[in-house]
Every structure is written in C-alpha cells, then in structure tokens.
C-alpha cells in the first residue's frame, strides 16, 4: 500500500521524527491576567474588611463591655448604700420603740423579735454604765463589741468583727442627754448576699474593700478574690502596675474607675470599683473579660471561619480557573499551532512566525514559495482519504527536513503547501525545488509499480514586507497557476500588471453590463445533410470604451475565478431570448441557440431557476436554447451523481443540452454512458490538421458512430478545410461550425447572413 511504501522509505531515511514542541508557549492573555488581579485584589479587600470588621467588633465589644460593667457595679455600690443607710434607720426605729419596753425580759425578747424581722444576728443596747443587753443575751465576744464601740465619736458607726461580721451602732439619747448605744450584728453570709449581683449571667462577683484595699467583706468565689490580692501583691508589667497605681490612687480620693489585668492563670478579668457612701469603703465588682464577648467571640470567629472557608474556596475556584484556561489554552494553540494532517506547523502558526522573520529582515531576503501536488484528489479517489493524508504528512516531513536555518513550512489548504525560504537565485530555486521532488518520490525506487507524485511550485520574492501574509501566499499562488509542466513559476512585474488588469476588469464588470458594453456575437452551424441552417453558438464580445476590443481569452478566465461568468452568461442568455422573440414576433424562420454555462453554476443546486425565468419571461419555446457545458465540471467521479441531477433540471426545465469541448482534457467514453446529452461537440484539437490523418479519422469516425446509436447530435466545431468539411460529410457529422463557413458575427450580421445561400468560405 501506498501508506506502507512512504513510512518504510521515511523511517530507512529518518525523514520522520517528532516535530520539536512549540519553544515559547503563548503570553497569558491580558485580559485573563487582569481578571486574575482583579479577583486577587478581591480576596484581599475581603479579608482586609473581614478582619477590620472583627477589630472593630472586638474593641465596640469591650468598650461596651467596660460600660456594663460600671453601670452595674454602680448600682452595687448605690444598693450597698441603700441597705447600710437602712439598717441605721432600723437600728433609729428599734430604740424608738424599745424606750416603751420596761422590763429586761421584754426588751430581750423584743430585741429577738427585731433581729429576726430585719435579719440581724443579734439586737443589743449598752447602757451609759456598761450593761449590755442583747436579743441572744450575754454575748460572747462582748469584749469585741466593747472595744469597737469605744471608737464611736456620737455617729452611727460600722465595724468590722472577726470572721467579717459587722458591728452597726448608734448612740441613744433622751433629749440631748446620752442614754446608751443601740447596735446589731449582721453575718458574713448576710452581706454577701447583698453585695452578690445577678448580673453577667452570675459569673461577676463582687466584695467590698477599705480605701487601702484590705477586704472588708469577700465574695462567696475566692477564685477572682485570690486574682486581687494577686495583682496588688506581685510586679505585674508595666500597663498593669500604671493601672493598679492608678486605681489606688481613685480609692484614696473617693473616685470610681475600672481596669483589666490578666491572672497568674491567664485569665483576663476586667473590675470596677466604686467609692462607698460610709466608712471610706470601696466596692468592686470583677467578671471575666469576655462574659459579653464570648459569644460575640465566637460569632467572630464563625464569621472569619466562614470567609476564611469562601476565600478558600475562591481561590480554589480561581486556581481551578486558570488550570482550565491553561489547559484549553494548550489545546487552543494546539488546535491554532498544529496542524491537524501534518502534526507540524499549523498555517496560522507559519504566518505568524514569517511574518516576524519577514518584518526583521531587510526587503527581498525571503522568499514565499508556493507548492501543490498534482491531481492529489485522484490519490483520495483511489487509497482514500486516510492514505491522502498520510501522503500529504510524509511530504510536509520530507519538505520540513529540507529547510534551511529561518527557513519555515507549513500546509496550507487541501494539499497546498507554503514555505518561507531565504533569498536565491530563480535558477537554484527551481534545481531545489526539483531536489524536493525527487526526496518526495525517493521512496518508489525498487518499485514494480511506482507512484509518482508531480509537484507544481510557484515564488514570490517578498520585495514589499508591509504587504499581508495572505496577500504574499496568494502573489506565490499566481505564480504557480501561470506556468504549466514542471517548471517552476515565478511572480514578476509582468504577473502584477495581469493582477492589476484583473482587477480592473473585475471592477468594471457591473458597470460594463449596465451600459452594455458586452456584445452577443452568433457563429452560425451548418447542418451537413442540406447545407442549412442547424442554429448558432452565442458567443460574448466586450468592446470597452477606452480599451477597444477586450478578447474573450483575456477576460472570461479572470471572471471564471471569481464566480462573475455567471453574470455574464446569464446576460449573453437574455440577449438570446431577446433575439429569439424578436425573430419570433416578426414571423422569421426561428432555429437553436446554445449559450455556454460556467462550471460556476453547478455550485448551487437550484442554479436553473434564472434561466427558467427569463425564458418563461420571453415566452420562448422548450427546445430552441441549448445550454453547453465543458467536460471539466466533471473532474471527479464522485461528481458525476451531481452533474446527472443538473442535467435532470435543465431538461425538465425546457432546455437541451450540449457537451462542449469532447475530446480535450478529460473526455472518457464512460461520460456519454452517464450523462444524458442531446448533443455533443466535438473539440476544435481534432481539426487542427488540414489534411486528418488516418488514426485521426478512426477515432472521429468512431466517435460519431457511437453518438448515432446512443441518439445524441453531434457538432464538429472549428472545422476551417475543405478537406475536413468533406471527410465529416462521409462520416456523417450533423452540424459544422467553423470559419469554413463564418466567422462569429454581430446579431444584425447574423440576420443577414442566414438571409443568404450558405457558400464554403475557403
């Protein structure tokens, strides 16, 4: 198999290989790069406000925190005041009252009474002379209660006792005569009670303390009440002994404040104090530092977890973002850098980097060759596609491993093939080109039935660097279309001015037509049998107004490559059916007209419909336009279903039909098998000879001989002998055109010359 012939003689001659990977991978796109800073700029403005956020939260928190805490040690404080104002005023009441009671029996058992409905340990009265009463009666410690109540100076007056008992007393007088004290006995447990706030969800406590700091009365909690002896015992750091200094300072003076300080534990407490209304005693208050802010703590750390969790999973979805942008990246400079057939340069790739060798260089120091393998679609026909474009993979290796340092390669469209080379002599490029050919087709020596692949090369030296890529590769094209055998083509001054000239002919198509400048010129054909008229050829002529006469050869190849003809051939059509109505209207004899049709046309399936209506317009009868086409609509085989199914249409849309130029090109016997044509032409190249040889008459005798059975007209054209004219009579030709009898003429010439005796023009 051709497949297995290329890679045997590739891989004996290490013409394959793996094509090196791409040396610079593609700059990340700007506008990616400036997405990807934007999302990171972001990330770090969330994060930035999600921690100021909690800052902020934290210290409004404490701050807030702070305030709390000294409104209810406050109230505390007022509430401690409140109850030892009370418990003088009940002690005021109780001797009130007691002045009443005559006998020690009674005032003992009233002074039991009191105690129990105030709450009091213990009542008891001592009189001017020492006696002492009390609702317990002889009290044991009275030797206590002696000697604090000999610091009474006539006020009210609290004392603490062992076990931090208080001693509350208040001199009784008759009149302003001194009568004795009155005083009670409140327990520890008492007071603490009373100094125990709700507040802080019950984790404050509080104690009361004389203005030097000594505890007057101790919280139930020693936990915190061990931290104050703590810190106005040990040598804490700096901020806290300025604020332990401080505090004892306020406490001297009688002012309120708080502060925060840290355990030996490493629990951080905050505690107000608050001077008291009585005996130069202080109230204190302690709580945790985060009773308020531990759950406004943990909101806070839910908070930063929760955007600690969407920033990760931001940049998780950014990395995933970029690792699908790189990976589709790759592939995209796969799918624009590689070429699919060839696994080599793609042609967008070969662009790009011509480009910027070309721009770099100095004017005329490449060159851009063009390259196309001839009839390559018959190797598709006859191996397939698969072994096509092995072929097509084995070439681009072979071109690749003849390049030159800067020189580049790449496959273009279909089998075109483009190469960048350095700057030669047309001579010692067309003999490296020729080296190319024979590299390429190396691999059929030994063969028994070699393959020979032809390649066509065309260059153009890039004299003008500014021009596009495309524009270079098409100048390279050109010049490879304008020659023919295995010479290599080369764009010169003279292609540019046939591009130049094309191009203003192309311009000046629609302009032309509207002021027409296109001429229908008839050729006349003879019917052999009588020497009458068989009908004519339409043929078009532009005579231009500043060009003169524009020959058909000049003008209809460079339409046929654009599409244009179509244009063309539809106005040469109307005037057709113009002339025929004409005719038809006047009463005169009316005879078959062909009008050729563009390979163009078969492009579009419904391409019959214009002609259709424009002949329905004329009201032309069926049978009277004969539509010619050339055998090169059928290059390909696989063509042929389609051109039977055009054929259909004409018929079935009132038309005959024609092939044109049999005999030249690509005639195969097989189309008349195929194609169902009312008549058939044969080419001008078998009339060539004035005097036909023998062979040659053969094949034209046996060529007419088969039309006949198959039922199919024939058309000699371009017969201009005597000679000719007879041997066709004999072999039984059906119609003549040619000079032998006319020339192609202007519609009115035309008119006249069917007017007269058809004569041989000799």
């Known amino acids: 198999m051709l497949l297995l012939l290329l890679y045997d003689y590739h891989y004996n001659h290490n013409v394959l290989g793996e094509i090196k990977m791409l040396h610079n991978e593609i700059r990340k796109s700007k506008t990616v790069l400036i997405l990807f800073c934007f999302l990171i700029l972001i990330i770090i403005f969330i994060s930035t406000l999600t921690v100021r956020n909690a800052i902020h939260l934290r210290t409004s928190t404490e701050a807030l925190t702070f305030s709390y805490l000294d409104d209810v040690s406050y109230q505390v404080s007022e509430h401690i005041d409140h109850r030892i104002s009370e418990i003088i005023l009940n002690l005021h009441s109780i001797a009130d009252s007691l002045a009443h009671v005559d006998t020690q029996e009674s005032r003992i058992d009233y002074l039991g009474r009191k105690a129990g409905y105030y709450g009091f340990d213990q009542v008891f009265t001592v009189a001017p002379d020492g006696s002492f009463l009390s609702s317990e009666g002889e009290y044991q410690d009275s030797e206590e209660i002696f000697s604090a109540l000999a610091q009474m100076d006539g006020q009210p007056y609290i004392h603490q006792l062992d076990g931090q008992n208080l001693l509350y007393a208040v001199p009784l007088r008759e009149g302003n005569r001194f009568s004795g004290i009155i005083g009670c006995i409140q327990g520890k447990k008492r007071m603490q009670d009373l100094i125990q706030s709700n507040s802080f969800g019950g984790s404050g406590v509080s104690c009361i303390t004389d203005e030097y700091g000594k505890v007057v009365i101790s919280p139930p909690d020693l936990k915190f009440f061990l931290a104050l002896d703590d810190i106005f015992a040990r040598n804490a750091d700096h901020a806290v002994s300025t604020q332990i200094e401080q505090m004892k300072q306020d406490m001297l003076e009688r002012r309120d404040g708080n502060i925060y300080f840290t355990t030996i534990s490493g629990e951080h407490v905050l505690m107000a104090y608050n001077a008291l209304q009585i005996q130069n005693w202080v109230s ?242 003879v019917r052999l049998s009588d020497c009458s008229v068989g009908g004519a050829e339409a043929l078009v002529r532009w005579q231009h107004p500043t060009k003169g006469f524009i020959s058909p050869a000049d003008f209809i190849p460079v339409f046929e490559r654009d599409g244009s003809i179509c244009k063309v051939d539809l106005f040469v059509f109307e005037e057709v059916c113009r002339f025929l109505k004409k005719r038809q209207d006047s009463g005169k004899p009316l005879f078959p007209i062909s009008v050729n049709l563009s390979r163009r046309f078969f492009q579009n399936p419904d391409f019959i419909k214009p002609f259709y209506e424009i002949r329905q317009q004329y009201e032309i009868p069926e049978g009277l336009i004969e539509l010619e086409i050339t055998e090169s609509v059928m290059f390909e085989r696989n063509e042929i279903p389609r051109i039977k199914a055009a054929l259909q249409g004409i018929h079935e849309a009132g038309f005959l039909c024609s092939l044109d130029d049999f005999g030249f090109g690509y005639s195969s016997i097989s189309l008349l098998k195929e194609l169902d044509v009312d008549t058939l032409k044969l080419d001008r190249s078998f009339f060539l000879e004035r005097n036909l040889d023998q062979r040659a008459q053969y094949v034209i005798s046996a060529i007419l001989e088969l039309t006949d059975n198959l039922g199919i007209h024939t058309v000699a054209e371009g017969v201009e002998y005597p000679e000719q004219l007879k041997f066709l009579q004999r072999a039984g030709c059906g119609l003549v055109q040619g000079y032998i009898f006319s020339k192609p003429l202007s519609i009115p010439d035309f008119e006249a010359w069917v007017e007269q005796p058809i004569q041989v023009s000799v």
């Not at 696994?343 to 070969?350: D, E, H, K, V």
């Open 284 to 525: 204190l208050t302690l709580i945790p530092a985060d009773v308020i802010a531990k759950d406004v703590f943990q909101y806070i750390a839910w908070n930063v977890s929760i955007t600690a969790a969407i920033i990760l999973l931001f940049a998780i979805f950014i990395a995933t973002l970029l690792f699908i942008y790189h990976r589709n990246q790759r592939l995209l400079e796969k799918i624009a850098f590689v070429d699919p057939v060839t696994q080599g340069f793609s042609i967008n790739r070969f662009n790009l980097e011509a480009l910027e060798q070309i721009h770099k260089s100095p004017p005329g120091s490449f060159l851009m060759a063009s390259l196309n393998v001839r009839d390559f679609k018959l190797i598709n026909e006859k191996f397939g596609s698969k072994e096509g474009d092995d072929t097509l993979r084995y070439i681009y290796h072979v071109l690749s491993e003849t390049l030159k340092p800067g020189e580049l390669a790449a496959r273009g469209a279909a089998d075109n093939f483009y190469l960048l080379m350095g700057k030669a002599e047309p001579e010692s490029v067309s003999a490296r080109f020729k080296q190319i050919e024979q590299r390429i087709n190396a691999f059929n020596e030994g063969l028994r039935e070699p393959y020979f692949l032809s390649i066509s090369c065309g260059v153009y030296q890039i004299d003008e660097p500014e021009l596009e890529i495309r524009a270079m590769q098409g100048r390279a094209n050109t010049a490879r279309q304008s020659t023919s055998g295995d010479t290599c083509g080369f764009y010169t001054a003279e292609t540019q001015a046939q591009l130049r000239n094309s191009k203003e002919l192309r311009d000046q198509l629609e302009h032309s037509l509207e002021n027409q400048e296109f001429m229908v010129y008839f050729q006349p054909k």
